[in-house]
């Protein structure tokens, strides 16, 4: 059974950049892609972009862009997501979360642990 | 994007009792690609149904889902000390995929 394990805990400074890492154990990405959701303290889920390890194509939410990228490394199947030109706001777990390709197969059946990432000055 | 909106904010049961959730979306959700959540605190959330309506694997058969075009409801036939938790939904129809506000569902 494929687990999702995902890098530890951050600190941050406002206008740094964050890079988090999401290895797949017990398995490969295969023919899944891998999104990031993130969680703001006390909030709700919000889905920040997704990328095809396989194809190495990746699409983002649109708030996010031009500021997050999300990458993978077929290699060690491990995912990445970087997000740039930190603030405050962006304090929240992050998640990356396996979901198939096709229309009708988008939902998250296997979530990392989440990791916390901290912006504070 | 759509909209998903979750009532109410908080249910507060008491065990063995029914839990009925609803989640409304702005728009039509194509082909019923809706699903829904458990997450408790400090753990990443856990799939329990997809497609509005198939239950994921390993999930109890007291959680069912209901509905198609806008309005969607999560029902828990009676409620086990472990389902005290956050429930979300999301939609996967239509892009960017989004999710609800979510439902808490606590002890009376």
């Known amino acids: 059974q494929v687990q999702l394990v995902q890098s530890g805990a951050e600190v941050k400074k406002p206008g740094s950049s964050v890079k988090v890492s999401c290895k797949a154990s017990g398995g490969t990405f295969s023919s899944y892609t891998i999104s990031w959701v993130r969680q703001a303290p006390g909030q709700g889920l919000e889905w920040m972009g997704r990328?095809?390890?396989?194809?190495?194509?990746?699409n983002y939410a649109q708030k996010f862009q031009g500021r997050v990228t999300i990458t993978a490394d077929k290699s060690t199947s491990t995912a990445y997501m970087e997000l740039s030109s930190l603030r405050s706001e962006d304090t929240a777990v992050y998640y990356c979360?396996?979901?198939?390709?096709?229309?009708?197969?988008?939902?998250?059946?296997?979530w990392g642990q989440g990791t916390m990432v901290t912006v504070s000055s | 994007e759509i909209v998903l909106t979750q009532s109410p904010g908080t249910l507060s049961l008491s065990p063995g009792e029914r839990a009925t959730l609803s989640c409304r979306a702005s728009q039509s959700v194509s082909s019923s690609y809706l699903a829904w959540y458990q997450q408790k605190p400090g753990q990443a959330p856990r799939l329990l149904i997809y497609g509005a309506s198939s239950r994921a694997t390993g999930i109890p058969d007291r959680f069912s889902g209901s509905g198609s075009g806008t309005d969607f409801t999560l029902t828990i036939s009676r409620l086990e000390p472990e389902d005290f938790a956050v429930y979300y939904c999301q939609q996967y129809g239509s892009s960017p995929t989004t999710f609800g506000q979510g439902t808490k569902v606590e002890i009376k």
């Open positions: 979360a396996r979901a198939g390709v096709v229309v009708g197969t988008i939902y998250f059946d296997i």
């Open positions: 990328i095809i390890p396989i194809l190495g194509i990746a």
